[in-house]
Nanobody
Framework: QVQLVESGGGLVQAGGSLRVSCAAS????????MGWFRQAPGKEREVVAA????????YYADSAKGRFTMSRDNAKNTVYLQMNSLKPEDTAVYYC?????????????WGQGTQVTVSS
């Protein structure tokens, strides 16, 4: 079983930056496409970014394009999401997961997530 531990969230002013991390144990991530998701209060969880096993192919939701960058370090079994030019609407709990298919279906149980709060 894969355990996912997200970290790095916090409170930041609009226009600021944060980098969140997701460390995995129980399975090597190097064979999997990984994704970052977020869930805002009262909303469904949505995928914001994904990167293939080698880091050469990325996907970004329209809301993340040009502001977020996803990367991975397979040696550390960790994925990252660099978030710049943050907006109040980016406020959410952020999660990572392995993903399948063009609709980025999550593969494993969710971690606890990391809270990102952007103040206006």
């Amino acid at each position: 079983q894969v355990q996912l531990v997200e970290s790095g969230g916090g409170l930041v002013q609009a226009g600021g930056s944060l980098r969140v991390s997701c460390a995995a144990s129980g399975r090597a991530l190097r064979s999997y496409t990984m994704g970052w998701f977020r869930q805002a209060p009262g909303k469904e969880r949505e995928v914001v970014a994904a990167v293939n096993w080698s880091g050469t192919t990325t996907y970004y939701a329209d809301s993340a394009k040009g502001r977020f960058t996803m990367s991975r370090d397979n040696a550390k079994n960790t994925v990252y999401l660099q978030m710049n030019s943050l907006k109040p609407e980016d406020t959410a709990v952020y999660y990572c997961n392995g993903v399948l298919g063009s609709d980025y279906r999550p593969m494993w149980s969710w971690g606890q997530g990391t809270q990102v709060t952007v103040s206006s």
